[in-house]
């Protein structure tokens, strides 16, 4: 069945510092990838989406490409502040899947000032 | 807009017991979804409903786990003779137009002793 594979955490940075955080991903057709973000004592947000192979998702210096032939939706940022610390979620939504998304694992980030 | 809305925030219930937790979508998304969130992983799908038709069930949902959506609107979950395994995060989410985002909820917390 479809899945989606984070590395795992807790990834710990200095402010200022680049981030990536790996994802990658195994589903039949075309699907949707998404990174989600889960700051402390809040729920859910959405961060960034790609819909199509080779789109760049971006938001608040957040980026992620849609790679097909890698099957990957790598989280980067150049300069990391400690507000960005919190847990990342990879989430793929299949095709002709009634709109369900499908998460990681999870990547806790923790920025030190 | 005043995002997705889930009472209560936290519940402790003795095992056994029944527990039944509400959702109120963003108006107008005519697409409701239920996860459930253990500590360390990522949430995963239990079911969801179009309008007050449920679609989907997860095999995650077993037959003492029912939800309902009877007028469209809110949603309910309900959990008969609780379990430890049972607690969780359980998050809600609704979804608008076709290509739109999950916009999730602040969760209900169910602890279970």
């Known amino acids: 069945g479809d899945s989606v594979t984070q590395m795992e955490g807790p990834v710990t940075l200095s402010e200022e510092a680049f981030l990536t955080i790996n994802c990658t991903y195994t589903?039949?057709?075309?699907?949707?990838l998404f990174w989600y973000v889960q700051y402390p004592g809040e729920g859910l947000q959405l961060l960034l989406k790609a819909t199509k192979a080779d789109d760049k998702g971006s938001n608040k210096g957040f980026e992620a490409t849609y790679r097909k032939e890698t099957t990957s939706f790598h989280l980067e940022k150049g300069s990391v502040q400690v507000s960005d610390s919190a847990v990342y979620f990879c989430?793929?939504?299949?095709?002709?899947?009634?709109?369900?998304?499908?998460f990681g694992q999870g990547t806790e980030l923790s920025v030190k000032p | 807009d005043t995002g997705v809305s889930q009472d209560p925030r936290h519940k402790i219930t003795k095992r056994g017991q029944n527990v039944t937790f509400r959702c109120d979508p963003i108006?107008?998304?005519?697409?409701l979804y239920w996860y459930r969130q253990t500590l360390g992983q990522g949430p995963e799908f239990l079911t969801y409903f179009q309008n007050e038709a449920q679609l989907e069930k997860s095999r995650l949902l077993s037959d003492r786990f029912s939800a309902e959506r009877p007028k469209g609107s809110f949603s309910t979950l309900e959990i008969q003779r609780t379990e430890q395994g049972d607690s969780a995060m359980y998050l809600c989410a609704s979804k608008g137009q076709i290509n739109s985002p999950l916009h999730f909820g602040n969760g209900t917390r169910l602890t279970v002793t």
């Open positions: 989430a793929l939504r299949a095709d002709n899947q009634g709109g369900k998304l499908i």
């Open positions: 589903a039949t057709g075309y699907p949707s």
């Open positions: 108006s107008e998304h005519n697409r």
